[in-house]
Each structure stands twice: as structure tokens, then as C-alpha cells.
């Protein structure tokens, strides 16, 4: 079948990988230019070159230019995966058999943005990748398959993504000879039990040390690298937070966002009727362990971190 592809990242490249493996006919791969502010963006141009397909870098996939493209290679099927804004129907249509994207989430529930950093954030401990038929509303269309995932207390941002792209791998194998079949799976989507992310913000990076020792985890977890990371401010210096132990459950009563102690490379923090193990942070752009950060002259035991509401007040 012939195939034309529209991705970014890492699922994306490994989905081709796949469709390259089982002999599908892949004519052309439309990505973007390399972008330092992309957080999960992966340069294609190895896999492109390696298996003699044309690599196009576009911003916008919709624009008149990049249809007549995509047109050209008369696909047969287009994925499109990874990609964060909305693809005209002009251009979905130009597949003859169907036009699919991905979504790690459970659809219905869980459409919209940030799906992986919000599963964690939110605390789940299991999700999906989903595989539907592209339409005009945001992951809205039929299902193809799902692939369900765990979601492990030590995951992070990092970790999950890793299972979502092998869960991606497994869709391409599943489904793919079933589409080579004549067989393209339709399972209508329940709107009524659709849920959404949100976009995320620089402010939903902020710490809220009055939350439970958990809550504070599950927000470190979620995103840190490829993203972000969360932060919090100490005596007027931003500290990022990329690692932390799960937090052992035992109640404690000290000041939230207090630095207590150091326990081996980690920075023993207090929250809400409880205490968090900070293992990596990052100041001025360097990631060091936790317990570095007392080495700078402004920090020190009994400092604290400012909370989320107060930050925001400043």
C-alpha cells in the first residue's frame, strides 16, 4: 500500500520503521524543521535517507503547496501522528483507504493535549494508545484499535512515552496486514463519554508544596524530560525538578516546600502532612543531583521553596 506520513517524533518514527518492515510502499514523510522549542521532536532525515524516501519539512500541512504534495504520492493511506495542530479534511481526503492519526489516551476519554503528561500528573495508573480515523474535530473519529498501558508508580514523562511508542510498534503490526486485507476497522467513538486535557501552560509547571507528598511526585513525574519540568523558586532563583523517589506514604507534619535534610544525593522536601526525596534538579540549565543544590551560597537547610500561590502573587 502506499503510504505518506506526517510526523515529529519519536512514535512517529517508529510506526515508519514498522510500516517499512511489513513492505508497505512509504512515498513521502512530512515533518517540521528542526525546532529547539519542540520537546519531543525527532530529526527523520537518517530514516528518510536510509530507505530512499523524499523528507519534507513544513510548518503547515494544510497550506495549498503541501496538499498538491501529498496528492502527488496518491497515498492509499496517511498517518498522522505527533502532529499538534488540526489537518483539513482537503487533505485526510486524499487518502483512498483512510486517514489515521494516534493519540495516547483511552478514547474517548482523555482527548486533547498533553495527554501524557497529564495522565501522570493526574495520577492514573493505566492508559492506552489509541489508533482512529482522522476527522474535522480533534481526535474525535472512529477507532481502529487501542493498545492498553500501564502506567508503573516509578514511570515518568520519559518512561511512558517509551511504552506508548512500543505500543505504537504493536499497533503498525496488528493492523497494518489487516489494511493490506481490505479489512480498515470503524468503532465508533461514545462523544457522551468524552473527557479532554487541556493545553499546558508554563504555569501548570509551578509546585504546589501544600499538596500530599503523592500529588507533589505525581507532578514531578509528569514532566519532566522531553518537557519542561516543573519548578518552584528559592530565596529568587528558579530551581527545575526532573527526579524524585515515590514517596513512601508516611505522614509527616513540617513546613511545605521546607529543605530538611540530604539523604544521599537526595533533598528531603516537606509537603502538605508529608515529605518528598527531590533526586534531580536543574539550575541555570544544568541538571545535578538534588542534594547539590545546597552548594550554592543562596541555599541552605530550613530555606524554602515558594509555593505555587505566593509565586504567582509576586
Not at 30 to 41: A, E, K, L, M
Not at 91 to 104: C, E, I, N, R, Y
Not at 135 to 140: C, K, P, S, T
Not at 218 to 223: E, L, N, P, S, V
Request: aromatic share 8%.
Amino acid at each position: 500500500m502506499r503510504v505518506v506520513f506526517v510526523t515529529h517524533n519519536d512514535l512517529g518514527l517508529a510506526c515508519l520503521e514498522e510500516l517499512v518492515a511489513l513492505g508497505a510502499d512509504v512515498r513521502g514523510i512530512f515533518t517540521r524543521p528542526q525546532q529547539p522549542r519542540i520537546s519531543d521532536q525527532t530529526d527523520l532525515s537518517a530514516f528518510a535517507t536510509a530507505h530512499d524516501v523524499p523528507l519534507h519539512e513544513t510548518d503547515d500541512v494544510n497550506a495549498e503547496s503541501v496538499r498538491e504534495r501529498i496528492a502527488g504520492y496518491d497515498p492509499d493511506l496517511l498517518f498522522v501522528v505527533g502532529w499538534s495542530r488540526l489537518v483539513d479534511p482537503a487533505v485526510f481526503d486524499l487518502a483512498t483507504v483512510a486517514a489515521l492519526g494516534m493519540h495516547p489516551a483511552p478514547l474517548p476519554r482523555g482527548r486533547g493535549r498533553a495527554p501524557i503528561a497529564w495522565s501522570l500528573v493526574t495520577g492514573l495508573d493505566e492508559t492506552a494508545l489509541s489508533c482512529f480515523h482522522l476527522v474535522a474535530e480533534a481526535d474525535a473519529g472512529d477507532l481502529v484499535g487501542q493498545v492498553p498501558i500501564d502506567i508503573a508508580v516509578e514511570d515518568d514523562a520519559a518512561s511512558l512515552y517509551g511504552k506508548v511508542v512500543a505500543a505504537g510498534r504493536e499497533l503498525i503490526r496488528e493492523y497494518y496486514p489487516r489494511f493490506e486485507a481490505g479489512e480498515v476497522p470503524r468503532d465508533p467513538q461514545d462523544d457522551d463519554a468524552a473527557t479532554w486535557w487541556p493545553k499546558r501552560v508554563p504555569r501548570h509547571g509551578l509546585v504546589d508544596w501544600t499538596r500530599p507528598p503523592r500529588e507533589v511526585y505525581d507532578w514531578i513525574r509528569g514532566q519532566t524530560h522531553p518537557y519542561p519540568g516543573a519548578f518552584s523558586s528559592l530565596n529568587g532563583h528558579e530551581v527545575r525538578f526532573w527526579a524524585a523517589n515515590p514517596p513512601s506514604g508516611a505522614r509527616a507534619f513540617c513546613e511545605p516546600g521546607e529543605l530538611l535534610s540530604v539523604e544521599g544525593d537526595a533533598l528531603r522536601v516537606g509537603t502538605w502532612e508529608g515529605r518528598l526525596d527531590l533526586t534531580r534538579v536543574g539550575v541555570d540549565g544544568e541538571e545535578i543531583p538534588a542534594s547539590a543544590l545546597l552548594d550554592f551560597e543562596w541555599a541552605s537547610l530550613d530555606d524554602r521553596f515558594v509555593n505555587a500561590r505566593d509565586y504567582l502573587a509576586e
